[in-house]
């Protein structure tokens, strides 16, 4: 699917105008736009996920707040896993 947005987008960057319709109604109105800070020249896909990637753990630790294990779960990773990125990413755990 990212493929086929890549290569279907308009412009620079991937706009929810060019993911399928079933995906667009479910994207959060905060993922539409990069973060502030984030090179809008870049188009790595590696930066991105790992951002995403970053502010979705964020987000489950503050729904959960700071449930590893409930987090875990939102996340659908295992909890070793949450541990892990959570040091990587020097998020807090609350």
Do not use: C
């Not at 809008?40 to 700071?66: M, N, V």
């Not at 449930?67 to 959570?86: F, G, V």
């Amino acid at each position: 699917m990212i493929e086929r947005a890549v290569l279907l987008a308009k412009g620079r960057f991937i706009t929810p105008e060019d993911l399928p319709t079933h995906i667009r109604t479910h994207i959060p109105s905060d993922y539409t736009s990069m973060p502030p800070g984030f090179p809008e020249d870049s188009l790595s896909i590696r930066k991105a996920s790992t951002w995403l990637e970053r502010d979705l753990i964020q987000k489950a630790l503050e729904r959960t707040g700071g449930n590893l294990t409930q987090a875990a779960k939102i996340l659908e990773i295992s909890r070793p896993t949450l541990d892990a990125k959570i040091k990587e990413y020097e998020l807090k755990k609350k």
